[in-house]
């Protein structure tokens, strides 16, 4: 199974700051099926991205992914308060769909 | 809107079995996949199975395969997870989630259930 890797653990900003969230795979992922998703404390998980660097419906437009192959990123361009959470990438291009460790993004 | 409710959460001693539900509301649940995806607490996401729109395919991560069964009536609206000889490494909360975009049985998920946690003690 393809393993993700996500850097860094914690991610410690202030908001207004830029933030830049990595998804390594272990191997190709097929056609960038790579999601995104946010995680708050006691809440479900909520799609943020498809496809790799498509916005689900209703995301707001600091969230921006991109990436290709085995490399991937999150980018949150300016962070607001509700956007400290915990995020994980999620590879669905092969069997069994597989998710990262995630990272935690923490006010600073 | 769309809604995804699970059910059926408690406490279960080892080897014992638990079945969990998730009503479905605010769309075509006979058109969707759907999957269950657990996470132990303090702990990351694990895909647990799927099953597809039509209940014709039905897969599951290596670590349930034999344990669980997941299964759907499409005349209730309603996603089941059938476990039987539960662990205490399956402690966990379970969610229900719909399947938005797929790769075979493997898909990305658009809306989630707010989850029911399972804790496998003695």
């Known amino acids: 199974e393809i393993v993700l890797t996500q850097s860094p653990g914690t991610l410690s900003l202030s908001p207004g700051e830029r933030a830049t969230l990595s998804c390594r795979a272990s191997?190709?992922?097929?056609?960038?099926?790579l999601a995104w998703y946010q995680q708050r404390p006691g809440r479900a998980p909520r799609l943020l991205m498809d496809?790799?660097?498509s916005r689900a419906t209703g995301i707001p437009d600091r969230f921006s992914g991109s990436g290709s192959g085995t490399d991937f990123t999150l980018t949150i361009s300016r962070l607001e308060p509700e956007d400290f959470a915990v995020y994980y990438c999620?590879?669905?291009?092969?069997?069994?769909?597989?998710f990262g460790q995630g990272t935690k993004v923490e006010i600073k | 809107q769309v809604q995804l409710v699970e059910s059926g959460g408690g406490v279960v001693q080892p080897g014992r079995s638990l079945r969990l539900s998730c009503a479905a509301s605010?769309?075509?649940?006979?058109?969707?996949?759907m999957h269950w995806v657990r996470q132990a607490p303090g702990k990351g996401l694990q895909w647990v199975a799927v099953?597809?729109?039509?209940?014709?395919?039905?897969y599951y991560a290596d670590s349930v395969k034999g344990r669980f069964t997941i299964s759907r009536d499409v005349s209730k609206n309603t996603l089941y997870l059938e476990m039987n000889s539960l662990r205490v490494e399956d402690t966990a909360v379970y969610y229900c989630a719909k399947a938005l975009s797929c790769s075979g049985g493997s898909c990305s998920h658009d809306f989630w259930g707010q989850g029911t946690l399972v804790t496998v003690s003695s």
């Open positions: 191997q190709s992922v097929r056609s960038n099926y």
């Open positions: 099953i597809w729109y039509d209940g014709g395919q039905k």
């Open positions: 999620q590879q669905y291009g092969s069997s069994p769909e597989t």
């Open positions: 496809g790799a660097s």
């Open positions: 605010g769309f075509t649940f006979s058109n969707s996949g």
